[in-house]
């Protein structure tokens, strides 16, 4: 009751009295949607209250930055606190969350694609929703209250978990028959040397996923070294290009020019992709046509020796012409980013005030970077140099980012390959090991450590690892193509907020 009482008192506080000195005035901030709610409100208020003064409820016109409110239900609020935890989004600027809904836990599951483990998350899962009434009325402590708030996305990364593991064709590292018969058989009819002599393509490819024949023989490795490291290439390069492309969307919205098409997001797009979409396209020809070409060779000597002869590495006619105009492309495009817009600014800098000694007022058309309160609420002395600086930081930091970007997606490789060699290390070193005895205590005992291994090595520490992968390839390499996120939330006043406060 106190902490109310002093809530109420320091919101008093904030408004101000008319010339008469009668009533308050008080100014804030509400979602368009709830106009009329609030109206109707303040007049039930005025009728209980007895109230010898009307309540007069009009709109204002503001220079300050409104704050930023996105309507979520037990469902998305989890992916929105994710997104928060990076930086509130400013006020119409593309929410991240709409997106991460479906590319966070698909990302998750690409380096935790087990089927048998997605199983276990789904039934933890499973548990928190289907007991969500009484455990959202209970006092939890800090770990099953994050799972708990975070129940759905534990849902959908257990999901998509399942899909990747039934593409990988792992079981707790076991591989199975579900989708028909092996492709390959044993060299001479003989199984004895299979693991050692390899194996013979017999049929037509497995249908769906990883052949189960592969495991365990002496191509597995190799073979999956390369399908998840072309694959986290694939999938790093198509996220990255979707950020450039959000943020074309995001200029458009705003109407920043400059931005929009000409000397920001075309030089940004061509210089992806004449470098790394390139070589998304070179995976694809290779898997397509079964060329033995070496990719590395191909990136390497299209910077070293761009007009030398390909050799075996040509997987296309006209490909050593393609490869100089892509080069040529991305050269031009750094430059593009670089100078024309710093130029552009001090020209309409000079225009606008033409005649008058320089004085610069932000606005979204001329310096769509600047702070939102900052730039419409002050006038600034215009500095070339600053300006020119900046943009210099931002053509060099997405240029070098273009290159590091993609690196940081073979982690997708790097955390799906360790989780199934750990997988697998388990499974024959603890499992196969004690069931090899007659004992029956023997047995036992491996089969509870191995249990105690799957669930707190597996299940706990690597499903942490990968979500913190995860979080950061969408804060680092997805989200700083469009999103800003230096804004501020919308926080009503609410008895409600302050029970949560003191609970």
């Known amino acids: 009751m106190v902490k ?55 709109e204002m016109d503001t220079i300050d930055s409104p704050p930023t409110y996105f309507r979520t239900d037990k469902f998305t609020n989890a992916f929105q606190e994710i997104v928060d935890a990076y930086g509130v989004g400013r006020y119409e600027e593309i929410n991240p969350a709409v997106y991460s809904v479906i590319t966070f836990p698909f990302l998750f599951a690409v380096m935790f694609g087990d089927w048998g483990h997605g199983i276990c998350l789904l039934l933890g899962a499973l548990f928190l929703i289907l007991r969500e009434k009484k455990l959202s009325s209970q006092k939890l402590d800090s770990f099953t209250e994050m799972a708990f ?60 996923g990883v052949d189960p024949s592969w495991r365990g023989s ?76 070496d990719l590395y060779h191909v990136m390497i000597y299209m910077f070293l020796d761009p007009a030398g002869d390909l050799g075996e590495n040509q997987l296309f006619w006209g490909q050593k012409e393609l490869q100089i105009l892509l080069l040529l492309l991305a050269l031009v495009a750094v430059p593009w980013m670089l100078f024309p817009k710093p130029f552009i600014l001090k020209k309409l800098h000079k225009e606008r005030f033409q005649g008058h000694s320089y ?3 932000g606005t979204s058309e001329m310096d769509p970077d600047s702070e939102p309160d900052s730039a419409r609420s002050r006038h600034d002395d215009f500095n070339f140099g600053e300006v020119f600086v900046h943009q210099m930081i931002h053509s060099i930091e ?95 006043f609410s008895f409600a907020t302050l029970a949560d406060d003191e609970e």
């Open 4 to 58: 109310k009482e002093k809530a109420v008192y320091d919101t008093l506080n904030m408004l101000n009295f008319d010339v008469t000195k009668k009533c308050l005035v008080g100014e804030g901030w509400c979602p368009i949607f709830a106009k009329s709610q609030i109206e109707d409100v303040l007049q039930r208020a005025t009728l209980h209250s007895n109230s010898q003064v009307g309540i007069i409820f009009h």
């Open 149 to 208: 708030g975070g129940r759905y996305v534990i849902l959908l990364m257990a999901l998509f978990s399942i899909y990747c593991g039934l593409i990988y064709n792992e079981f707790f590292s076991v591989p199975f028959h579900i989708f028909g018969k092996s492709a390959y058989a044993c060299r001479e009819n003989s199984c004895s040397d299979a693991y050692t002599a390899g194996l013979v393509k017999v049929r037509d490819p497995y249908p769906f």
């Open 218 to 293: 002496r191509s597995e490795l190799p073979f999956l070294n390369s399908l998840k490291m072309k694959m986290s290439i694939l999938m790093g390069v198509s996220q990255m290009n979707l950020g450039i492309l959000l943020s074309y969307f995001d200029a458009k919205f705003h109407k920043n020019a400059l931005d929009i098409s000409r000397y920001q997001f075309i030089p940004q797009l061509i210089f992806l992709n004449s470098l790394f979409g390139y070589l998304s396209l070179l995976i694809l020809i290779k898997w397509c046509t079964g060329s033995k070409a």
């Open 359 to 361: 004085r610069f007022l």
């Open 398 to 492: 997405f240029v070098l980012g273009a290159v590091s970007n993609t690196a940081s997606y073979l982690r997708l490789w790097a955390l799906s390959l360790a989780h199934s060699e750990l997988s697998t290390v388990f499974y024959e070193k603890l499992l196969l090991f004690a069931w090899g005895y007659d004992s029956l205590i023997f047995k036992l005992v491996g089969l509870i450590v191995f249990a105690f291994a799957t669930a707190f090595i597996l299940l706990g520490m690597e499903s942490l690892s990968a979500f913190l992968h995860a979080l950061r390839l969408h804060w680092v390499e997805f989200m700083n193509k469009f999103y800003h996120g230096d804004g501020y939330k919308f926080k009503p």
